[in-house]
């Protein structure tokens, strides 16, 4: 049986991809590191991706990806694969229970490239408001986006890994560390403003207590591989 396939186009880089639909080898690739999905995930998306720009890529070409391109292509690969209609499995973070929900992918928000960004790596300048440091950040790749994933949250290394440079120079964590929290939030804060491609995340209401959740469709279990859970 022939698999489907499709041209996209992704957001930042604007590279042309043919995908091609999942099948059974897809999914064995996905789980041959004992549910190690980060560590397999690039694997499996560089299989079903017969070319970019003309050229097979490799897991290796799929790390590189920045984040925004990367989450395009993998929801892309999902709807091929699956459908649109994605049935989310969460639970409560306010009461506990489980909620089922289905999510129209076709639906999903794509923010475009903020202005004057400019493919395919854009990088913007702030300045800081208490230490008046000028700031450049731009996307980070699927690869230092995963170089931590096994450790705790750490916002300011977060914040860091965005960084291009301080003043000029290349950033160094530790001064990063030692930024005032106000400076620290205004980051966040400009990082946020600059998110593009897939909004991966949709408010959810819970069927039990009414209270409205957001929920992020790439960490959830439907999502990662469907009919589990
Ligand atoms: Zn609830």
């Not at 957001?214 to 589990?228: K, Q």
Request: charged residues 30%.
């Amino acid at each position: 049986m022939d698999l489907q396939t499709k041209s996209i186009v992704l957001p930042i880089s604007n590279s042309v991809c043919i995908i091609q639909e999942a099948d059974g080898f897809a999914d064995k690739i996905l789980f041959s590191k004992k549910f190690n999905l980060h560590k397999t995930y690039p694997d499996y998306w560089a299989y079903c991706t017969k070319t970019i720009d003309g050229k097979k890529p490799t897991a290796q070409d799929i790390k590189r990806l920045l984040i925004p391109d990367q989450q395009y292509l993998a929801i892309e690969i999902y709807k091929l694969s699956y459908g649109d209609e994605m049935e989310l499995k969460t639970a409560c973070t306010a009461c506990g229970k489980p909620i089922g929900v289905t999510v129209n992918l076709a639906e999903l928000e794509i923010r475009p490239l903020p202005e004057g960004a400019n493919p395919p790596d854009p990088s913007y300048e702030v300045k800081l408001p208490r230490t008046k440091r000028k700031v450049t950040f731009g996307y980070i790749t699927y690869e230092k986006d995963m170089d931590d994933v096994d450790s705790d949250y750490n916002p300011t290394r977060t914040v860091f890994k965005f960084i291009r440079s301080i003043d000029g120079q290349p950033p160094v964590y530790e001064e990063v560390q030692k930024l005032p929290v106000r400076d620290l939030k205004y980051l966040r804060e400009a990082m946020l403003t600059k998110a593009t491609g897939y909004k991966t995340t949709v408010d959810v209401k819970c069927s039990h207590c009414d209270k409205e959740i957001e929920v992020n469709i790439l960490v959830d279990v439907s999502f990662l591989f469907g009919g589990l859970g």
